[in-house]
Structures are given as structure tokens and as C-alpha cells.
């Protein structure tokens, strides 16, 4: 890592275009931050971050225009501003904080790593000073050694987000955060509150897909930033469970989130047979974060739900309990309605197919067993197994029953490729819909509808060769059924 850049990192990461509309610019340009930080790790930029000494907001809408890129101003007050176009993000700021240097700049980054630049001369299209850092805090030291350092004792006062910032570059990148800079956030770990759920999340979820995501949670809840994030998750520390676990509901959570990142990096030593759906079904969006976040916050509900009988702790209904406790989480972090929906269903559902496992020790699993837990995952089945096996491996205590992970990937075999193979097609195609129950059934629109079209599913998962007109018997008399116990009526009764 040496202490130059090379002039071929420009045309790789800026539009030569770009770097002609600069050409006009009179005054100082620098390449800062994060893109001086990717090139010496020699990763590719995700953004473009460019320093002048002010005016960045005019010479961001003129490049936005020159570009055909769109115009995004940031913050007026500190001139900062982003030009985004297709294939590029290049955000622009002026000198912050009332500096009237870049190195006074850099001095007021968040952490050394990110406080680096070097100049660009847009006349000659190359380096300034032939590629030479900028380097007033050392900042490339801890850079080579993997170290998170605060930039200046003020830096989680200007921002308090850059605490979690701190944590989001030990999961990326695998490095320290150094013991003062941990000090440091310890004491401020309160002040997250101030930022905005939005920022957080945004944080949180890039923290989540990193490479050593867990150790950095691990370390957030040590410092007491987890729970500032989830309040709700202090409430399991040190809340016993059965003998089933070896570890409190606090723990389990997080030895839960840890299990969750092994079977997501080695699905094929799990589920054998089944890797290459499981893949398939990662590589969605958001998918990896959505089960991140159900792991850590699967057993909410215990805290609420939580009771002794005969000596035995128990935690009935924790599962739904759980999912309203989700629910209440994204409001108040703003999670998007997809995210919320989707981790509140895995959380809600988590028990289930536990509950289908001890129930096959004793008899066959029933194609219509299958339909129901089928129809309630949706597409997030495979997610739901995933989440259960991260479950049992996070709980390994003296009286859990032997063989469950075994169990629970050979139930996750029948359930799947029973769904899938054989029901879902089945079901694709509706003996009846809608227009019959009207014009061959004379019934009126209403919740019937949907409850009457869902139990004809669960009758044709048992009898697959069930014909339209033994649909149509079939719902003649369940019509009849529901009208003695007066959910419904007949149309004109």
C-alpha cells in the first residue's frame, strides 16, 4: 500500500466526461474519503466523493446539467451535493465545518481511514502532485493495520451515526476498532436516538451483509449500542429458558443471528439436496438482511410471555407475540412495508414447523399439514426453514431431544418438495372460482369467499384427483355447514 496513487484509477472510476466538464473548475479539487480509501484497499469505489473549497452545490448542478445526471442537493447549509447518473454517484462537498483546508478538512472526518485525499488536476486529466496522499492524521497507518480510529474527539458530536459507522467498517472489513474509539462510543452510545431510523437502518443493513457481520454485533452489544438500536432485546438478558437451551434469551438471539451467517455461507452442510434452491432463494434482494434481522429478533415474545408452571418455564405463544413486537419495531424504525411484512412472518411463524416436527415423531405429515404451513410462508419457506435451523443450533442445552438438525432438514426436504412439486401445481389451476359460488351455489360476495376457496385446497392436497363437480358437492355442503353455525348465508336466506 504505498503512499502514491496511480493516474489509471481516475478514467476507471470517473466518466471521462466527468472529468472534461471539471476541466472549467477554477480552484483546488480533490478526490477524498472513501473512493481515496477503495483505491489503496483496491476495491472499486461504490461512490465519488470530490472536496472544493466552496461553491461544491453550483459546480454540482453544473455537472449535473452538463452530464444529463440528475441534480440531488444534500445539505445547502454544509454545501454538499450529489450528481447521479446511470452508471456513477459523485458527491461533492466544500470545505466543512468553516475549514479553509484540506487538511483542515480531512481533520474533521470521521475516522483516520476516511481521512485522506489527493488532488486532481483537471487541466492535465491526471493526479495533482503526481498521486501524492494527503495524509495529515496517519490515517494510512491504521489503514495498513485495520484500524478504527476517530478522526478527532468532537467527530461522534458532529454526527452521532458515525458510532455505528464504526461498527459497519469491523463487519466489512474485518478490522479493530481501537480501545479509545470504543471508549468513546460507549459513553456516546445514548446519542444514537438522535439520528434519523432512516440513517440507522441504512447503516445497519450494509452492516448486516458484511463479511464479519457477527463479530461486529457481538461487539455492539458489549458497548451498549444494540440495544439503543432494540430496546426490546435488553429485556432477554439474563431471562432463563428450558433445558432445552444453554444460553438466556439475550444470548440465544445473538448465538441465533451467528448460526444464521454459517448456514448462509454453507447452505450445502445443512440441507443436502436442497443448496442450490437455497441459493437461489439468497440471492433475491434483501433477502440475506431480512433473515439477519429475523435471527436476532426471532424470540422477542419470550420477554412477554414468559411463565412458570410446576417448575417449568415456559413461553407460549412467544412466536405471535413476537411478531407484534416486530410490527411496533418497524414503525418505529421505519423499516419499508415489504421488510416489515416479510421478517414479521418469519418471525411469527418460527415455531411452526418445530411443532410439525414433534408432531411427525408420531405420525405422517399429512399433504394438507404441508399445504397449510405452505400457504402461510408463502415464498419465504425456504427462509423459514433457515431461520428454524439457526434456532436449534443456538440452543444446545442438556434436555434438547437428540437428532433435531437432522429432523428438522429431513422435515424441510418432505415440506418443500411436497409443496412445490406436487401441491403448488396442483393447486395452480382452481376447480372453482369465484363466478361458480355466485351463478352454481347462489352465494353473496363476502368472507366466504376466501375461506370456502381455501378449505377446497386443503381437500384437493388430500384427494389430488378430485374432479369440478365433486368441488362443487364438496362446497354445497360446507355452505350448508357454515349456515347452521350462522357465519354465513345463502344468498335470499
Known amino acids: 500500500m504505498k503512499d502514491h496513487l496511480p493516474p489509471q484509477l481516475i478514467g476507471k472510476t470517473l466518466p471521462e466526461k466527468a472529468c472534461q466538464a471539471l476541466a472549467a473548475w477554477e480552484g483546488p479539487l480533490y478526490f477524498s474519503g472513501g473512493v481515496v480509501r477503495d483505491w489503496l484497499l483496491g476495491r472499486e469505489p461504490a461512490d465519488i466523493d470530490l472536496t472544493v473549497a466552496s461553491g461544491a452545490l453550483r459546480l454540482a448542478r453544473e455537472l449535473a446539467g452538463f452530464l444529463g445526471a440528475a441534480f440531488v442537493p444534500l445539505s445547502a447549509a454544509e454545501g454538499v451535493a450529489r450528481v447521479a447518473g446511470a452508471d456513477f454517484c459523485l458527491d461533492i462537498a466544500q470545505f466543512r465545518e468553516g475549514t479553509t483546508s ?17 488532488g486532481f488536476d483537471p487541466q492535465t486529466q491526471t493526479f495533482a502532485d503526481r498521486g501524492r496522499l494527503i495524509d495529515p492524521l496517519s490515517g494510512l497507518v491504521d489503514l495498513k493495520a485495520g484500524i ?41 452510545a445514548a446519542k444514537l436516538g438522535e439520528v434519523s431510523a432512516e440513517r440507522v437502518i441504512a447503516e ?65 452442510d445443512f440441507f443436502p439436496g436442497l443448496a442450490g434452491e437455497i441459493v437461489d432463494y439468497l440471492a433475491r434482494p434483501r433477502q440475506i438482511i431480512r433473515l439477519k434481522y429475523a435471527a436476532l429478533l426471532h424470540d422477542l415474545g419470550k420477554t412477554v410471555t414468559v411463565a412458570e408452571k410446576n417448575g417449568r418455564i415456559t413461553f407460549h405463544h412467544h412466536d405471535q407475540a413476537g411478531a407484534e413486537l416486530l410490527a411496533a419495531i418497524g414503525r418505529r424504525l421505519r423499516f419499508s412495508h415489504d421488510d416489515c411484512q416479510r421478517i414479521g412472518r418469519l418471525v411469527g411463524l418460527h415455531m411452526w414447523p418445530f411443532h410439525l416436527y414433534n408432531a411427525s415423531l408420531k405420525t405422517r405429515i399429512t399433504p394438507k399439514a404441508i399445504l397449510k404451513l405452505g400457504r402461510a410462508a408463502g415464498d419465504d419457506l425456504i427462509g423459514l426453514f433457515l431461520l428454524v435451523m ?26 418443500y418438495r411436497t409443496y412445490t412439486a406436487r401441491l403448488a401445481p396442483l393447486l395452480a389451476i382452481p376447480l372453482l372460482t369465484g363466478d361458480d359460488l355466485i351463478r352454481r351455489l347462489g352465494l353473496t360476495p363476502g368472507p366466504l369467499f376466501a375461506r370456502l376457496l381455501d378449505r377446497l385446497q386443503e381437500q ?28 354465513i348465508s345463502p344468498a335470499g336466506d
Open 102 to 118: 484540506i487538511e483542515a478538512d480531512l481533520g474533521r472526518r470521521d475516522f483516520t481511514v476516511n481521512a485522506l485525499a489527493v
Open 148 to 188: 478504527i480510529r476517530l478522526a478527532h474527539p468532537q467527530a461522534l458530536d458532529s454526527d452521532p451515526l458515525r458510532l455505528l459507522r464504526a461498527y459497519r467498517f469491523r463487519a466489512v472489513f474485518d478490522w479493530v476498532i481501537e480501545p479509545g474509539t470504543r471508549t468513546a462510543i460507549r459513553g456516546q
Open 204 to 268: 445497519l443493513d450494509r452492516l448486516l451483509v458484511g463479511p464479519t457481520a457477527f463479530p461486529a454485533v457481538r461487539e455492539m452489544a458489549a458497548d451498549g449500542v444494540l440495544t439503543t438500536i432494540f430496546p426490546e432485546l435488553a429485556t432477554g438478558v439474563g431471562l432463563r429458558q428450558p433445558a432445552s437451551h444453554h444460553l438466556d434469551v439475550f444470548d440465544h438471539s445473538l448465538e441465533t443471528l451467528r448460526q444464521m451467517g454459517v448456514i448462509i455461507e454453507r447452505p450445502q
Open 390 to 415: 439457526a434456532d436449534s443450533l443456538a440452543g444446545q442445552g442438556p434436555g434438547k431431544p437428540p437428532g433435531m438438525e437432522a429432523g428438522v432438514a429431513a422435515l424441510f426436504a418432505e415440506v
Open 460 to 487: 384437493r392436497a388430500a384427494r389430488p384427483g378430485m374432479t369440478r363437480e365433486e368441488a362443487l358437492r364438496w362446497a354445497s355442503e360446507f355452505t350448508k355447514e357454515q349456515a347452521k353455525t350462522d357465519v
